[in-house]
Structures are given as structure tokens and as C-alpha cells.
């Protein structure tokens, strides 16, 4: 069974950056797909990112221009950069990778 963790929420102030880290309990995100998700209350979840084996990636609308996602295979890690802080950021953060998934970290961002 894979754990993965989410960590580096935390509140932020509008026009700020946070970086949140996704790691894998055992070697899985070199040879996977790894998604960034997201849901904020009363809302579905919603798409962010994702970075592809060969590092390839894809954002969701509302993160383009503004996150980016980047991996450490040495470190089983995959890292969500998130720059210029909306409040409508504001949400819980997820991580995915195949039929995993971690437990969120919450973000959220003051005007």
C-alpha cells in the first residue's frame, strides 16, 4: 500500500506564494502520473496540475500562469508551487497518483 502526504498549506495573504510537497511512501511518482487537486467548501473537486513520468505538464484554468508543479523522483516528491495567491485559492489540496490519494492539506489565503 502507497501513503501519500501532503504538507506546506497554511495560511497565506493575497498576492503571496506557498509551496505544498506530495510525498510517496515508496518509489511510485518516476514511472506515474501525479495530479493536483483541490476543493473548497460547498464546491466539487476541481483540477490543478498534473506532471507526467517524463515531466511533462498540464494545469487547470484556474492555475495557469500562477502554480507550477515540478517532481523529485530521487525524493519521491512532487512539489505545487503557488504564486500570486488568490482567495480563491482557498481550499484543501490534494494529491493523486494512480489509485492513491493523501489526506489534503488546507490552504487557505486572506485578502
Known amino acids: 500500500q502507497v501513503q501519500l502526504v501532503e504538507s506546506g498549506g497554511g495560511l497565506a495573504q493575497a498576492g503571496g506564494s506557498l509551496r505544498l510537497s506530495c510525498a510517496a511512501s515508496?518509489?511510485?511518482?518516476?514511472?506515474?502520473?501525479v495530479r493536483w487537486y483541490r476543493q473548497a467548501p460547498g464546491k466539487q473537486r476541481e483540477f490543478v496540475a498534473r506532471?507526467?513520468?517524463?515531466?511533462?505538464?498540464a494545469y487547470g484554468d484556474s492555475a495557469k500562469g500562477r502554480f507550477v508543479i515540478s517532481r523529485d523522483n530521487g525524493k519521491n516528491t512532487v512539489y505545487l508551487t503557488m504564486n500570486t495567491l488568490k482567495p480563491e485559492d482557498t481550499a484543501v489540496y490534494y494529491c493523486?497518483?494512480?489509485?492513491?490519494w493523501g489526506q489534503g492539506t488546507q490552504v487557505t489565503v486572506s485578502s
Open positions: 515508496r518509489s511510485l511518482f518516476s514511472s506515474s502520473t
Open positions: 493523486n497518483s494512480q489509485d492513491f
Open positions: 506532471i507526467g513520468p517524463g515531466g511533462s505538464t
